[in-house]
């Protein structure tokens, strides 16, 4: 009887959601020294294509980070991203400067649910990236932004 009513109990716990279950924070990290973290419960797979990584859950896009080569009309990413910044804050979205510290440039526009950051470094003037992911996960990856040395 005693096993049965401890048997119960943790079913109980489970369904209710009381057990815990680890959900563990993986970084990524750009070839420019920019690095982020999605928490494991906010995505089951990460797909790598020839010019970004997809990263979905439940069959379903949630986020993608692209390297983007500083076009040749800017002779910098921090240039080009600025640029970026006064056209987004033509359009109808939502857009923010992003306070990432020294040497460091970028801006969110929130469009349709889905936030993009576009940012560059002084330390890497020849690419940028963007980060995007569905609002719901948008600002906690951009809480774990961190910008660094690149590990080689």
């Known amino acids: ?27 990524f990290r750009t070839s420019n020294g920019i690095a982020f973290e999605f928490n494991s419960r906010q995505f089951d797979t990460v797909d790598i294509q020839p010019s970004e990584t997809q990263i ?6 949630v ?8 076009n040749a009309d800017f002779s910098t990413a921090v240039e080009e991203v600025r640029q970026g910044f006064r056209e987004a804050q033509k359009s109808s979205g939502d857009v923010t400067k992003l306070e990432l510290g020294e040497g460091i440039y970028g801006f969110s526009a929130t469009v349709n649910g889905y936030t993009t950051a576009f940012i560059a470094t002084s330390n890497h003037p020849s690419s940028w990236v963007t980060i995007s992911a569905d609002d719901d996960v948008f600002y906690e990856v951009l809480s774990t932004l961190t910008v660094r040395e690149r590990h080689r």
């Open 1 to 27: 009887m005693k096993a049965l009513i401890a048997c119960g109990i943790f079913l109980i716990s489970l369904i209710s959601g009381c057990a815990s279950i680890n959900h563990q924070a993986i970084e």
């Open 56 to 61: 979905w859950r439940d069959s379903e896009l």
């Open 63 to 70: 986020g993608s980070v692209v390297t983007m080569e500083t």
